[in-house]
């Protein structure tokens, strides 16, 4: 159920695993950002981007995780105007043209079909300066994450993303241990 992926994405299991404040320092400074979540989730970095400084949106195809980013933007963050809510169609990034400065999108590239054309939109959303960060699992049996014939190794994430256009990439295989941290431009 939701309920229980929301208690998941949110255990003390996933921090040991995701280390968030190593990927958030990784990132650099945040403040003053407008940040695209994608596949939000429970909000876990969409919350951890908003207390950095970020303008996020929120963006989720699933309307259960939707209502519970809102429920706790209201209840823990006095409903913080630097954080929007955004349903996303499952084949488009529902950006504006130039409309963000990061596109962050974790544990979530294996979900997204027709990866090509869905990352030229998600280009065409970030200003000329803007990047893209994809984090995933290394494509292999972990103690976490998906089956590994789910999860996609960072070269073909690279070579999707070339397709789609990007040509500047950086690729992290040592800050987490489970995950691949692509930085793409």
Known sequence: STQELIQRFDSPERDAYQQPTK?????????GLKILDIGAGSGYFSFKLL?????????????EFLAHIKHKK??????????????????SPALQAQEVDKVLIVNTYHHIENRVAYFSQVLKG?????????????????????????????????KELTEAG?????????????QYIIRAK
């Open 23 to 31: 990927v958030l320092e990784y990132l650099g400074n945040l403040k």
């Open 51 to 63: 207390n950095a400084g970020a303008t996020v949106i929120a963006g989720d195809v699933n309307d």
């Open 74 to 91: 209201e209840t823990e963050f006095d409903n913080n105007p630097n954080l929007e809510l955004r349903k996303l169609p499952f084949d």
């Open 126 to 158: 970030l200003k000329p300066s803007g990047e893209l960060v994809i984090i995933d699992f290394f494509k292999k049996e972990l103690p976490v994450g998906p089956p590994v014939d789910h999860k996609i190794d960072q070269e073909m994430v690279k």
């Open 166 to 178: 990007f040509t500047n990439f950086e690729i992290n295989t040592d800050l987490l241990e489970y």
